[in-house]
Antibody, heavy 120, light 107 residues
Framework: EVQLVESGGGLVQPGGSLKLSCAAS????????MHWVRQASGKGLEWVGRIRSKANSYATAYAASVKGRFTISRDDSKNTAYLQMNSLKTEDTAVYYC???????????WGQGTLVTVSS | DIQMTQSPSSLSASVGDRVTITCQASQDISNYLNWYQQKPGKAPKLLIYDASNLETGVPSRFSGSGSGTDFTFTISSLQPEDIATYYC?????????FGQGTKLEIK
């Protein structure tokens, strides 16, 4: 059974940092691109960024709204992807989902999400 | 970025009705279009990929069509468990972008 389990969410002050983790099981993690997608309360889905597999040089890409502040990484030995979030803003408040992409950017497996609240 | 425009934003229909949602891309995306279902408090679920292919395990009452800039998602006979918000998503270009969602309710 495929599982993606996010952790690390919580309350953080504006300007602060937080690191989310996404633990994967049930599929070949090392061969998969991993993405992060977020959703503010009552709003739609917003792509945050992705990291490709080793075969694709671990290439990363980010949404303009987070570029330079967020960093995605992965540890294939632990089947885990990470989202390091720095210089957080109130508008980063959202549920953050990790998701596996097959092919190009088709999201077939999703985690349950973790809530990040940026507030003073 | 490619803009995805869904319509309607919300929809009320009766059990057994045929329901149609449209999604328009701001430029040609070929068939690089997916549809997701999101129930309240849950993660999205992939229903349709590559515009018209049904994901494994998804009921056959769900279907998708279209190419280029205009796409359609259809539920042939609405069931109570289909109450959710539906999103289209393009993956022709980075960044992948989603439509604003269509909230489906039972009349």
């Amino acid at each position: 059974e495929v599982q993606l389990v996010e952790s690390g969410g919580g309350l953080v002050q504006p300007g602060g940092s937080l690191k989310l983790s996404c633990a994967a099981s049930g599929f070949t993690f090392s061969g998969s691109a991993m993405h992060w997608v977020r959703q503010a309360s009552g709003k739609g889905l917003e792509w945050v960024g992705r990291i490709r597999s080793k075969a694709n040089s671990y290439a990363t890409a980010y949404a303009a709204s987070v570029k330079g502040r967020f960093t995605i990484s992965r540890d294939d030995s632990k089947n885990t992807a990470y989202l390091q979030m720095n210089s957080l803003k109130t508008e980063d408040t959202a549920v953050y989902y990790c998701t596996r992409a097959y092919g190009d950017d088709t999201f077939d497996y999703w985690g349950q999400g973790t809530l990040v609240t940026v507030s003073s | 970025d490619i803009q995805m425009t869904q319509s309607p934003s919300s929809l009320s229909a009766s059990v057994g009705d045929r329901v149609t949602i449209t999604c328009q891309a701001s430029q040609d995306i070929s068939n690089y279009l997916n549809w997701y279902q999101q129930k309240p408090g849950k993660a999205p679920k992939l229903l349709i990929y590559d515009a018209s292919n049904l994901e494994t395990g998804v009921p056959s009452r769900f279907s998708g069509s279209g190419s280029g800039t205009d796409f359609t998602f259809t539920i042939s006979s609405l069931q109570p468990e289909d109450i959710a918000t539906y999103y289209c998503q393009q993956y022709d270009n980075l960044p992948p972008t989603f439509g604003q969602g269509t909230k489906l309710e039972i009349k």
